[in-house]
Structure formats: C-alpha cells, structure tokens
C-alpha cells in the first residue's frame, strides 16, 4: 500500500507536529526562562505593521510553541550530562565540584568571562573607579551621612586555586584590580578608611568558613557572618560581646538552577535562625508601612529589630544581590538594620524615590549606612549608578 511507502514522512511529520497540537491544546503561561517572552503580535493596522507581522509573529510562536519550557530544561541537562559544561557562557565547572559564575551578559549570548572581571580579566578602567569610590565618600560626608562601602569578593577571587588551569589564567590573585585601586595614590586618605575589601581575611578562613556554597555563586550564611564580624570591627570597632547568631545547615539546590532550567546541583548551606534569640526579622514591603509602595516595586527588602542592650544604632544596608543573605548578619550588632536591594532602584517614580531617601538616609540621626557590592557590581560601574538612581548627585 503506498501509505506504507510515505509512513517514515509521516512519522516524522507527525512528530514535528506534535508541539503544534500541544500549543494549541494545552497552552501554558508559564516560562522557566529569566527573560520576558515575545508578545503576540496585534491586527495590523498599516502598511509598515503589516510588513513588521511577520517577523513579530515568527518571535511569537519561536518564544510560545507547545512544550517549549520541557523542550529548555530537556536540552540544558543534555548539554549539562553529556558533556559536563553548561548550556551558556554563564557558568564554568572548576575543580573538587566547585561552580563558578563567568558571565553577566544576557543568557550567556556576549562576550564570555565577563564576571571575571573580578579577577582582573581584560579591565583596564582602575581611574574610573578611583574616580567613583572618591566621589563616593565625598558626596555623602557632604551630606552628613556616615557612609561605609563594604566590597565583597567574589567566589573566583576567594577560591581561585580550585579553578581549572585554563580557567586560572583569567583568574590570579596578584592581579585583582581592586587591589590596586585601593592602593592607588589617587584614592582619597579618607577612602582607605571608609571602604573594606577583605580579600586576605577571608582566603586567609577558607579552612574554616565556607563562604560560597561549592555549586553557588552567591554567599551564604556562614560566609556573610564572618565578613559582617569583619566590617564591624574595621567600620566601627564593635562585635566581640555580641551573641552569635545560630545557623541552621541544610541541603539546597544551587542558585545555577534559575540561570539553567532542568540542571540542579546542592549543596549544603548555612541559613540564620533567629527563634530564640533577641532579633525579630521582617522581610518585604509589609515591614515598611511608610515606604510600602516603594518597598513593593524594590522586591528585595527587610528590617531586623534587636532588642538586647548595648547595642549599635541603626544600620541601612543598600546592596547588590548579595545583601540578602549579608544583611541580616548585621542584626547581631545593631538594634536594627533596614535592608534595601538596589536591583530594582530604577523602577521607583520621583515621588517614590523622595519616599526611600527620606526612610533611609537622616541627617545627624547617628544612623550607620553601608553599601555592600560584591567586586564584579564595583568594577561594572554600580557605585555611580545606583547614586545616580538615589538622585545623589555625586561629588567630584
């Protein structure tokens, strides 16, 4: 029978078709991708959009067909367990099961070991942060706020020597930018004072602390807690008879799993458990009845109230991603510690912004302010722009 002569062609047809169905019969919202998915395109109502539908449409159903998200996460572990390597320029296996972030670009699309810019890879801009960290200090000792500026080494610079030897080449120790900005003599007396970038410190407590998770990029308890011991007693002279903050150890799926759907790697990390202890944390918008429609568009917020005596005075900790797990590690100092992520500072109105600043920044209060980056958020210019974001103009 001829049907038996085509039924390869059908097969195979029949297959290629089977996502088309799934569009159409079981249509799904959801995206395990951190992007936002191609629109559907609109009737067109001129020339020039009937020209564009195509291509509009054609982004649509490449961003929409049935089984997309299973289809991703399916071709990450594939590329993950055949080959051992990720799917993107993002991440890189190192040695003994460490995982280390090598690119900040979109999905892993540009130029590769961007985030080892840490490590000094292809940087050349030392003056202009020296420029950004001068400014810095000046603007807000203008203002009369005390500002601290707490850089935090990242996982490459702390663990280079787990790297994999084509890997280390990007990545030496003696070759860290930050170290030579802040031995620059262009830097401000003042600046080597008010900034602290404890790279010695903590390589120096690798054998005892586990500042990065193995398969994290991001620090985790245990880590924040030493280098928060660390900048109080550099910033402020405090913390030898405060009460440890007890840390609850459990086992947890990387934070790899949110750049590579369907590839999970644990490992065992440190959270803080405050029952029993004098600290009552908050965390989101609800902590901030007097800022809440900022605090909702932020995201990333919290406030940690500690009622022991002794204390320090308020803390506000404006941060890079790496301010929710370090914050709350300042709690054991302060008798309280408002938290704000930057990440999302840019989506705030004007009437919004004069709401955070007014919260956050008191004039002659005896508030304490930090920011805390880690080294990549430094050298990518993050000190400009979120004093930019802030309407701070900065002083030259």
Known sequence: MKIFRHAAKLVITGLLALPLVATFAWPSLDSV???ALAAAPSVPH?????????????????????WRSQMVAFNARLYHDLFGRFPTNQMMMGREGRIFLAAHNDRGRGEPYTALV??????????????????????????????RLLIVPSGPVVYSEQMQ?????????????LRRILASPALAPEARELVYFPLSEMRAMRDRVEFFPKTFFHWNASGAAAVAGLAEQRFWGRGANTTPIPLVQRMSPSDVG?????????????????GGTTISPCRGADCFPEAKTAMEKLGDVGRFLNSAPGLGPRLVVLADSFGNAGAPMFSRYHREVVYVSTNNMARLDPAEMAQLRKLLFVPGSGDEVLFLYHDATVLSDRIEYDLKNLSIQQQK
């Open 33 to 35: 991708e951190q992007r």
């Open 258 to 274: 949110w750049l590579f759907p369907g590839i999970q790697h644990d490992s065992m990390t440190d959270d803080p458990n405050f």
């Open 46 to 66: 001129s020339w020039s959009d009937a020209r564009a539908w195509p291509a509009a449409a054609e982004a649509w159903v490449n961003d929409h067909f049935g």
């Open 165 to 177: 030897p084509w890997q280390a080449e990007r990545c030496r120790p003696d070759a860290v930018p």
């Open 118 to 147: 840490a490590c000094g890879w292809k940087f050349r801009r030392e003056p202009e942060i020296v420029q950004q960290i001068n400014g810095f200090i000046a603007t807000f000792k203008a203002q009369g706020i005390a500002a």
